[in-house]
Nanobody, 124 residues
Framework: QVQLVESGGGLAQAGGSLRLSCAASGRTFSSYAMGWFRQAPGKEREFVATISRSGATTSYRDSVKGRFTISRDNAKNTVYLQMNNLKAEDTAVYYC?????????????????WGQGTQVTVSS
């Protein structure tokens, strides 16, 4: 059974930083791309960042480019999201997800397992 457990969320001031982690189990981690998504109250879940199975290729939504960095450690079965220069509009529940293949993707339908989410709140 695939399990994804996020951690690292919390409260940060605008301009501050947080690092999210997502520990995976139940699947050969290095065979699958990973992604981070977020959902703010009253809004649909949206793509944030994705990384290929090797970690060589990444992609971001435009609003987080230059501020967020996705990375992975295949030896630790963990994917990370480093978030710098946080803004109030980054406030949301953040979810990690494992893709159905090794290719990275910004589309929710490309992912088949999801974590429970971790709350990120940015105060302005």
């Amino acid at each position: 059974q695939v399990q994804l457990v996020e951690s690292g969320g919390g409260l940060a001031q605008a301009g501050g930083s947080l690092r999210l982690s997502c520990a995976a189990s139940g699947r050969t981690f290095s065979s699958y791309a990973m992604g981070w998504f977020r959902q703010a109250p009253g809004k649909e879940r949206e793509f944030v960042a994705t990384i290929s199975r090797s970690g060589a290729t990444t992609s971001y939504r435009d609003s987080v480019k230059g501020r967020f960095t996705i990375s992975r450690d295949n030896a630790k079965n963990t994917v990370y999201l480093q978030m710098n220069n946080l803004k109030a509009e980054d406030t949301a529940v953040y979810y990690c997800a494992t893709a159905k293949s090794g290719s990275y993707s910004p589309y929710i339908t490309s992912y088949d397992y999801w974590g429970q989410g971790t709350q990120v709140t940015v105060s302005s």
